[in-house]
């Protein structure tokens, strides 16, 4: 079975002195859990590995799952781990976490924990919480062109067209099927479960409506108002850029905002709509998707969308910031930012666009470099793989 690098890095924590909490977190079906088993395989150590049952689960299913290894030690080894897959479940997790772990650090147990989750929203708030010090993130990230195309054999317009969600790979012969599977096994329950289900939305069919109508606009600019006119429904603007948050923190779709220096600004912009896998643009995209490879200009949003994908997954691992940039009829697809490091990103796919926005941003903001993604230099290929720094 193929084995992504983030096995290594959690087989390596688990491996560690007891030191901190380890907190898997990443959208749905991008792995976690099966990472988490191959790590586990990799160890010596004895372990206890529960799936949290029910949505609302009872802090006390965590203390009876926390004793059990605790028994493990009680019975004659020196240090056991503890796994517990989808904590987000089970009310106010992190409060009991941070109650039994530091029992066991007053008592010298040496119990390791690795949690994973799929809301990074709510997953977020229980660390902000309660366990400010206690932990390590370790991202699982949506499946990248180099891992699709190592495990399952992709080309470029499989990736493209495809994305990169491993338990769809078996039925990319079978359009429908593997529709089916997009939408029924991913979309939905990450909607349902892991955005409505945790997380204080007042109109769930607002918010379903307008990841179905937003991901087909991935890598075009759409206006808070615009998208409010397309939702037909009523609302304002502060209540899709909060949806947007959510629907991002879950690995759908988020709304890249405009390259800024001055935060304010920044935020009031609007946004670039960016999927985090094309897959779900695919699967939104209605009867026109059998253009998508074919037709320039939709086969442009389509790279844009993979490039930006790419970027935002990297992100999250690498902390560096991903916005756009226009003044004027000047535009950059994407602005990659680490501190003082800025990059200013521009796609070349095919399609016809407008020129000179590198030049205009790179005169407007001197210390940037630029790079072009689809030059001679850098092939969209290439920077699917990871072939390409993005900081120089």
């Known amino acids: 079975m193929y084995e992504r690098e983030i096995v290594k890095t959690i087989a390596a924590r688990m491996q560690e002195p007891r030191r901190f909490l380890q907190i898997v977190i990443g959208a749905r079906q991008t792995g976690k859990s099966t990472a988490v088993q191959q790590a586990l395989g990799k160890t010596s150590l004895p372990y206890i590995l529960e ?3 029910t949505h609302g689960e009872s802090p006390d299913w965590v203390r009876a799952q926390w004793q059990r290894a605790r028994n493990l030690i009680a019975g004659g080894e020196p240090r056991a781990l503890l796994v517990l897959d989808e904590i987000q479940y089970v009310d106010q997790w992190s409060t009991v976490v941070k109650s039994l772990w530091d029992e066991d650090a007053r008592s010298g147990i040496d119990l390791r924990v690795v949690l994973t989750g799929s809301s990074a929203t709510l997953i977020q708030d229980g660390l902000d919480e309660s366990l400010a010090g206690r932990f390590e993130l370790i991202h699982s990230p949506h499946w ?5 195309r190592d495990a399952f054999g992709y080309t470029l317009d499989q990736f493209l067209y495809f994305g990169g969600y491993p338990g769809a790979a078996a039925l990319v ?4 099927r ?3 599977y997009i939408n029924n096994a991913i979309i939905e329950p ?4 892991d955005v409505v289900g945790l997380s204080s939305v007042r109109n769930p069919a607002l918010m379903r409506r307008l990841f179905y109508v937003g991901a ?4 075009q ?3 808070y108002r615009k998208l409010l006119g397309q939702l037909d429904d009523r609302g304002n603007t502060a209540t899709i850029a909060h949806y947007l948050d959510l629907l991002s923190s879950a690995g759908l779709m988020c709304g890249l905002q405009k390259y800024d220096p001055k935060l304010l600004r920044k935020k ?3 946004p670039r709509l960016a999927v985090y896998n094309t897959a779900l643009m695919t699967a939104t995209y209605g009867q026109l998707r059998k253009y998508l490879l074919t037709e320039p200009d939709l086969r442009g949003r389509l790279v844009e969308s993979a490039v930006g994908a790419t970027l935002l997954n990297r992100a999250a691992a690498e902390g560096f910031e991903v916005s756009w940039w226009r003044e004027g009829n000047d535009e950059v697809d994407f602005v990659v930012s680490q501190g003082l490091q800025v990059t200013a990103i521009e796609v070349k796919s095919g399609r016809v666009k407008r020129t000179g926005g590198l030049v205009a941003f790179v005169n407007r903001f001197p210390r940037a470099n630029a790079l072009v993604v689809g030059s001679p230099n850098v092939s969209v290929e290439d920077f699917l793989l990871g072939n390409a720094e993005l900081f120089f």
């Open 51 to 53: 799936e949290v049952p």
């Open 144 to 148: 990248n062109f180099a891992e699709c």
């Open 173 to 176: 012969d079978d359009e429908q």
């Open 178 to 180: 593997w529709l089916s």
């Open 190 to 193: 990450t909607i349902a479960n």
């Open 216 to 219: 087909p606009y991935s890598a």
């Open 221 to 223: 600019e759409v206006s």
């Open 268 to 270: 009031a912009s609007s």
